[in-house]
Structure formats: structure tokens, C-alpha cells
């Protein structure tokens, strides 16, 4: 393939992530192209096709053209590395959403055929593409903002989308709730800014299901010090959506989701001069479509040439493993108004 | 009978919710009825059986309700207002008896509302006896329907149908009324009428689904309606206070008017006459630290300077038709006499007719049946109840 050539890409699962983010941030890219849809409710399908003129819809994602030159699984998280494993096979490039599977081994497997066939895997984490979570990772590896304190972060993921199914409730195909599905590009995102955490507490309000809200302390240390902090993950509380790392320097506070209008930079002196690549001018407004687009144009470039992927599937493992992790040792969440806690059966 | 597989319709709602989290608790066997998947999370917290299903829908209730012994009928379809609404309830309510019947279910226990007595009974003291009469609200009229629906299959199939109708029920995850009540609090929109007098009926999220259970459990309940309550006498006051007081930036103590006022103060706003917002935004701009904010941005900054060269320029009577309008504007504002400076007076905030006869109300129900039949006794007082709700409301950050 021809580096001015447009990659041609097929969606595998045509729910709610696909229609409300992969194709609209596919809309106004010039590297890459949906050129198919594939979803076992044919209509979907269909439907999304009309609306975005796109000529092929496909029920069985096995029926997608040969052609193609990627494709984006944005399927249950059962079928993440499942249906990854098969375009592997077949020498197509694969953008697969969060998580890459379920646990660890299934996890290894399939990075292991991707290596075999010499097949890009890419996973889907958009955090990694937002410009303000970049310039986190420049100032704390380049040591900008002095040693690191401490950080918080809390988010409101609330579904306001319609879900196409119910998959996502379900602890055996969603591998768990809040914690594996936004967990998985939240705690990619500390990870890759911070290292490997070197002390985790988990509690979540799972009474049996899935948990809907959770919290993590979390200690991290690397050559910028130790630093410490909280994380609150919700799909029921109004949090606002935000990040804050306190370092000896400068504090960086940023909204994301719903609250991106917001970045601060907060000089512990404030007569010290914030480094120009720090400045808020260097950080274009991006929308959360934005992060969709800028993913699928790293992904476009990384099928070309897979060093540059923004998000290699070997890359996502650690973070795979602390969610592992924080379920094996999990404490209950309790909501602070409850005065005796329901004896309830527990589900594997 | 206790039961053991139980079905709730509306199980992502407030009340299916929290029944659901108590039946899982007594270790039944629950399946919810879902009809959006991205309303379900606080529900998939449990262990139970999702099924997603549309009353409307005859063939997915009844596939819900298979092999269930017990059903909560706990949905109000919110998707449509008027006659529409009102039809769906009665469309959703028969298919739901319906499947019960051909699914040999053993209880129905149907969560009506003290809303089949009109929004503002004319009754001071309601009890079960008290005539339903049609008011024209779609609500309480597609209620009184629903309830009619359930007692004729009762009557003509002997279905084993229990009729609810509890008063104002709040507590944590009571979304809608609390939210409004916090945001109104939050922007100091918000009014004690005649001193906050009112009765409020309030009924404590966890006292009414005891009531629910019991219903479900007693043979005695059957073809039967039941008022269910909490037992004190609570007022608006000490309802609105209580939320008031852990709400950021409310001020206390809250304003009082009289319900002749608040009338006085919407007929202003329904003429146009009302300056309160344009009032707000006078005050704001009169503060010397937004205008030196202002004057920051440069375009405010010439804007500022434009608008100081077309007052320059103006003439003497149309300055003065300025300044008069906009000490119109300024309403309220202290009033000077002989020197002395009389208090502001707060502006009456035009509450909607509804709100008004709502804190007003004087009416208050009875729940001598369900204690005599039920056994119901609400276990959870109003100090607890709002303990815990002011808790969910700080947690939750209303």
C-alpha cells in the first residue's frame, strides 16, 4: 500500500460506540475510509450504512470484503479477542475497542497471533489521543513540573447513549462494569503517564452484578518521585470529570467527557514561567470525537507502519492486569447513607 | 404466600430499584423488566435476571413473567404525556394483568398513587373509602384507570391483585423530584408558602417497599387497595429545609410568601412585567469586580467605551427614560425615607399554581388499613429518611 493511499476499513458491531463515535469521527478523516459494516441485526446495520454512505452492510462479519485493509471490533468484550484473533489470522489490521479481552491469557494469546502473522493490534485507548493527557506525559517525563505529589481523578460515565444490547450488564460477556469498561482507559491513562502502581486499594458497590460505581487509591513511583491519589469512577453520581496532578512545580487540573472546557495550570510560584509546550495555547480543544478521530488516524498510519501505533496491544497489558488485580481484591463499596449491609449471595 | 421468583416491571425505576436490592437481599429470585438497556446500571449491581421487554409489547411482558410466582407492577411509562400517556399506562397495566393470568401468577401487587384522588383532594382526611374521582390530569386519571384494569381481573378471573397507592415517596436515587427541588435550592429559586405549613405526606422509599413485600406475602391483601404512608406529619418546611440545608450555596433561612403573593408575582411574569432577570443581570454588572472583569476583553472594553459615548450623546428626556426603566428594573432595592434605609425585601419568587397548591395542601391519608391488614408499620422515621437522603444528596452531588 501506498503511503498517499486511503485506508479502507470495515466495523465489526454496530452499536452505540460505533454510531455515536467511530463514525462520526470517520466522517472528516483523509487517511481512512469505512468502507463496511458488519452486525448480526442486520438492520442496524443498514441503517447506519444509509446514513453514513457507506456501500456494504453485512451480517456476519465474516462476509466483510477481503480487501479491507483494517478493521475496528467494537463487539461485546467477549468478542474482543475472539474475532480479533480471526482477522489476525487472515494478515488484517486490527483496531479492536477497550478491553482487549476479558483476562490476561486470553489477552497474551492473541498478541501472540498478531506477532506470528506480523499484524498490526491496536486497542481502543482514546485517552491516549487527547492532546492535554499528551502534555501530561511530556511535563512528567520530561520533568517540567518538578517531582510529583499527588493526583486525583473522577468520572461520571453514565450511559445517556441507548445501548443496542444489554451485553454490558452482564458479568460473564462484559467481563465486569464500571471498572473494566472505563477502567480500562483510565487506568491506561495513570499507567502511561505514571508506571506500574506500586500499592492498589479497589472498593466497588457490585452487590453480585456488575459495579456500577468504584474507587481506587492508587500509589505510583518513578524517577519524578512518588505520587499518590485517588480514583472515582461512577455511572450514577454527577462527578465532574476531572484530573488534577500537583507536582512541586505546577498543578494541572483538566476536565474530560463532559467537562473539557476546563484546563488550568496552576505555578506553585507564581512568578515561574510555564514551559511554552505547557501553555494552554499549545493545547487545541479537542471534542470526544476528536479523540475517536485522532485514534483512527494513528491507526491508519500504524497500518502502514506499526511502530507508530499509538496504542499497541502489548502496551494495554498492565493495565489489564491492575483491573485483574483490583477484582481479586476487592472490598465493598458502601454507600455512606446505608446503615446495614443486605447479606447477598455473591456471584462468580 | 412468600415469594420466591419474582418479576418487577419498571425495575431500573426508583422504586423497582431499590425492591429489587431488598428482594436480592431476602435471597428471592428477581427478574427486572428493562426497556433501556443504558437506564439498567444501578440495577446490574445485582445479581439478578435482566430481561428487556416493552409493556406495550403482550408477547415480551408474558416472556418476562414466565415462571414467576409473583409480580410488582411497579412501570409508568414516561414516554409520552396526555391521552397518549394516560393510554399507554392502561394498554401497559392490561397487558401486564393479562400475563399474569395466562402465567398463573400467584400475586400481583400493582403500585398505584394517592394521585387517584386528584392532585388536591378535596377531602382533608383520605382514607380508602375516599371517592376517586376523574380530575382530568392524564396521571391521575391513567391511574384510577389502571387501578379499575387490575380489580376487573380480580373481580371477573380472580386474579390475586394487591393495589398500592403511596403518597410522596422520596429518598436516595429519587431523581426527579429531588433533583428539582436541589437545583431550585441551588439558584435560591425556592419558597416556603405560608410558612411552609403544608403537609407533605411524605413516605420513605424503604418503608413503602415493606409495605410492597408484606402486600405480597398476605393472603389477606388480595383484591384489596391500601394507602400506604409514612406515619408522622411532616411539612413542606421541614421537608424543603432539611434538603435546603445541604445544598451549596442555598441561603437559610428560605424566603416566605404568601400564596396570594407568589400568585401576584406570576401574574407579573405572565404580563412580561417581571424584571427579575434582567434585574439579576443589573446587579451583577453594578459590581465593581465584573466590570473591571469585563473590561478585560477587549472587545468588551470598546464596547463599554461605545456605549459611555452614546449615553454622552443622548438627550436630556431620553436619559431620563433610561434611568426610569432601569430603576424599574432595579425592583426591590432598599428605599431611602428621611434618611433612614428600609430593609430589601427578597423578591417573591413566582412559584408555578401547581407548586403553590402542592406546598399548601392540608390533606393527610390514612394508613389504618394497611397497619390493620398489612401489618404495615413504617419502621424508618422522618429524621432517619432524611438523614440518609441528605447523605445520598452530598454523595451524589445534586
Known sequence: MADNDIVRLGIIGCGAIAEFAYLPAAQHLRQAQVVALADKNIGRARMLAERHNIGTWVDDYRQLPQDLDGVIIALPHDLHAPVATEFLQHHTAVLVEKPLALTIPEAEKVIEVARANKTLLQVGQIYRFCHRAQMVKRAVEQGWIGNLRSFSLEGNFADTNPMASGFAWDKKRSGGGTLMDVGSLVLDLLMWWFGDPVRVEYSDDSLGGVECDCELNLEFQNARGTISGKVILSRLRKLRDIVRIDADRLSIVYGFETNQGLLELIPADKDWQVPFLLDVRSVPHQSHIDFFAEQLKNFAIAIRAPEKSGAPAESVLPSLALIEQCYQTRRPLKYPWEVEQAAVPQVA | ?398
Not at chain 2, 426497556?35 to 446500571?41: N, T, V
Not at chain 2, 411497579?74 to 402465567?103: I, K
Not at chain 2, 415493606?210 to 389477606?220: G, K, L, N, P
Request: hydrophobic share 40%.
Open chain 2, 1 to 398: 404466600m412468600n415469594p420466591q421468583r419474582v418479576l418487577i416491571t419498571g425495575a431500573t425505576g426508583f422504586v423497582g430499584c431499590r425492591l429489587a436490592e431488598v428482594l436480592v437481599g431476602k435471597g428471592i429470585d428477581v427478574t427486572g423488566m428493562v426497556r433501556s438497556w443504558h437506564k439498567a446500571a444501578r440495577l446490574a449491581r445485582l445479581p439478578i435476571r435482566m430481561v428487556q421487554g416493552d409493556l406495550l409489547n403482550p408477547g415480551s411482558v408474558r416472556e418476562a413473567m414466565r415462571n414467576c410466582d409473583t409480580v410488582f407492577h411497579c412501570a409508568l411509562d414516561s414516554s409520552s404525556d396526555g391521552a397518549a400517556h394516560r393510554q399507554a399506562m392502561v394498554e401497559g397495566t392490561t397487558n401486564v394483568m393479562a400475563a399474569a393470568l395466562a402465567e398463573n401468577v400467584k400475586k400481583i401487587v400493582y403500585l398505584s398513587s394517592t394521585a387517584v384522588y386528584g392532585f388536591w383532594p378535596t377531602a382533608t382526611h383520605v382514607t380508602e373509602e375516599t371517592p376517586i374521582p376523574y380530575t382530568g390530569s392524564a396521571y391521575c386519571d391513567g391511574k384510577i384507570d389502571c387501578e379499575n384494569v387490575a380489580l376487573k381481573y380480580h373481580r371477573e378471573h380472580g386474579l390475586p391483585v394487591t393495589i398500592l397507592r403511596p403518597t410522596m415517596v422520596y429518598g436516595p436515587f429519587e431523581t426527579f423530584w429531588a433533583a428539582h427541588l436541589v437545583r431550585c435550592l441551588g439558584r435560591n429559586w425556592m419558597t416556603l408558602v405560608n410558612g411552609g405549613a403544608g403537609i407533605c405526606n411524605s413516605l420513605y422509599i424503604d418503608n413503602l417497599i415493606s409495605a410492597m413485600i408484606r402486600a405480597a406475602e398476605q393472603e389477606s391483601a388480595v383484591g384489596q387497595v391500601f394507602i400506604i404512608s409514612d406515619a408522622q406529619t411532616v411539612t413542606w418546611k421541614q421537608m424543603v429545609e432539611r434538603h435546603a440545608e445541604v445544598v451549596k450555596g442555598c441561603r437559610l433561612p428560605l424566603p416566605d410568601a404568601t400564596a396570594e403573593e407568589i400568585a401576584a408575582a406570576r401574574a407579573d411574569v405572565e404580563r412580561g412585567n417581571n424584571p427579575s432577570s434582567l434585574r439579576a443581570a443589573f446587579r451583577l454588572l453594578r459590581k465593581p469586580e465584573t466590570r473591571s472583569a469585563l473590561r478585560t476583553v477587549p472587545m468588551l472594553a470598546t464596547a463599554e467605551k461605545v456605549a459611555r459615548s452614546v449615553v454622552d450623546r443622548m438627550p436630556d428626556d431620553v436619559l431620563q427614560l433610561v434611568k426610569r426603566a432601569a430603576k424599574s428594573a432595579n425592583g426591590n432595592k432598599p428605599s431611602v425615607e428621611n434618611g433612614v434605609t428600609a430593609p430589601a425585601k427578597a423578591p417573591v419568587i413566582p412559584l408555578s399554581d401547581h407548586d403553590v397548591r402542592l406546598f399548601t395542601c392540608n390533606v393527610t391519608f390514612s394508613i389504618e388499613k394497611a397497619r390493620k391488614l398489612l401489618g404495615y408499620e413504617p419502621r424508618i422515621d422522618f429524621a432517619e429518611g432524611i438523614r440518609r437522603t441528605a447523605e445520598w444528596i452530598r454523595w451524589m452531588r445534586l
